[in-house]
């Protein structure tokens, strides 16, 4: 039985090897998207700027440009003869001694060379007797210097320079950034196709009747399709499939045509009715079953390529909801970030803190151990954590109370509380 960080350790190795070799990313179609719908896409070709940022000198205070050569030690005189505004520039000429009134964001003229903050001239002092249709003079309070207050045109981005790469997971800011070089388009991945299914005779669609007491509603497509929304991924539901060989067959057969990646939920154990292991092997091969963490423990993953062009990477996650959530953040949604061409730097990272454990928890040796747990802060601003006395793995309610995963090492027996421990953030809560 492999352990947790082996398993992701031996999952990035295979998907880059994937990435490289059997679906290369070089290979990989692109689309073009628009901007507005790009957030979580990630980009395929390199964005350079059509344009300097700033276009031109600007002032980033309000106050005075003053033409280059004048005196700009204090006490200093400078005649006003004009007015730059964000949007409305000043074209005439200026002489030295001369400047304009500037304010943030506005163009700085040519001929000037320093901007001059009002705080540092008479202007609180004249401002209320000024006619500034006519040149008036200012008094410099204190000693300027050349270049001060101007944001230089291309000191942020050069024109031809690259602002995003290949690998880039746009995000609201990227966005913002692309808007104000007015690019309205981007070239990205097209999104993966990953299939997910269902397998039991005991499972209903949410939304039919239950119709005896032996079924029960299938709550892992809905979960794994939320878990997954913000991937660039296409997802096609093959639904639910009875226990039946010949129907498991044809079931992963079809979505392995269809799919890059192929998700199942239950079916992966041993029992006599799960036929998974079956047909994974039949059309493909495991790389690794079973995994020394709880809950999860029956994890597989694994390929699907007889007959296929490049293989159908596989993760089979146990039937019990909470196993489901849990192999899907451990596993499932780094390896599909990575796939996906995310670089390294834009796949999204598991917040993990250290906080003050309240209570007493049981936990046996020999795998990583998931408990659900209430994260707050103390008044002292400490992080502190709760977690249920319960930890069944069939208690789906507690999933809903948690806020957090109280992960505890392989190797860790009970926890007695006021104990440091690790914990592991819900990702949907701190988006």
Known sequence: MITMEALQSAIKQRVEDYNNNDFSLKQRAIKTCALQDSRNQILAQDIASNFDVPR???????????AQGSTLSADSSIEIIGESQAGSAYTGQLAAGQGVRIFTGAVVPDSCDTVIMQENTNFAEIKDTLDKSKPYAITLTQTAHIDSNIRKQGEEIEQGEAVLKVGKRLNPTDISLLANLGVSQVNVFEPLIVGVLATGDELVAVGDK????????????????????????????????????????????????????????????????????????????????KVAMKPGKPFMFGELNKDL???????????????????????????????????????????????????????????????????????????????????????????????????????????????????????????
């Open 56 to 66: 031109q000198n600007l002032s980033a205070m309000d106050g005075y440009a003053i």
């Open 210 to 289: 239950l119709t005896s007491l032996a079924q029960i509603y299938n709550s892992n497509t809905p979960t794994l399709k939320t878990l997954l929304a913000d991937l660039p991924i296409t997802i096609r539901d093959y639904g639910i499939i009875p226990d039946n060989l010949d129907k498991t067959t044809a079931a992963i057969n079809e979505a392995m045509q269809d799919c890059d990646v192929l998700i199942s939920t239950a079916g992966v154990s041993v029992g006599d009715y799960d036929f998974l292991t079956t047909v994974i092997e039949q059309l493909g091969q495991i790389n690794h079953y």
């Open 309 to 431: 062009d490049k293989p159908v990477l596989y993760f089979g996650l146990p039937g019990n909801p909470l196993s489901t959530v849990v192999g899907a953040l451990q596993f499932v949604i780094p390896a599909l970030w990575q796939l996906s061409g995310a670089s390294v730097s834009e796949q999204p990272m598991q917040i993990n803190v250290k906080a003050m454990l309240i209570n007493d928890i049981k936990k046996s040796v020999g795998r990583k151990d998931f408990q659900r747990g209430v994260l707050s802060q103390s008044a002292a601003g400490e992080y502190q954590v709760e977690c249920f006395s319960r930890q069944q793995s069939h208690r789906i309610k507690q999933l809903s109370l948690a806020n957090c995963f109280v992960v505890l090492d392989k190797d860790s027996g009970d926890v007695a509380a006021n104990s440091e421990v690790m914990v592991q953030l819900f990702p949907w809560l701190h988006r």
